[in-house]
């Protein structure tokens, strides 16, 4: 996985105290999850998409 630290990403995650869940999710390759915690974060559509690719890619 790319390193996500710093990003907005990981601040919304964090700010709803999610980072934790959202690692989980990407170590055992839940996609669903991962999208599941992002959305709950508010993240939008186009930024998860590019989250995913980055997951998909390592």
Do not use: C, P, W, Y
Not at 1 to 15: N, R
Not at 32 to 51: G, Y
């Amino acid at each position: 996985m790319s390193d996500f630290e710093g990003s907005l990403v990981l601040e919304k995650l964090a700010a709803m105290e999610l980072v934790e869940d959202f690692l989980e999710a990407v170590d055992s390759d839940d996609t669903h999850r991962v999208i599941s915690l992002l959305r709950q974060a508010d993240v939008d559509d186009e930024t998860i998409s590019t989250v995913l690719k980055e997951i998909r890619e390592t």
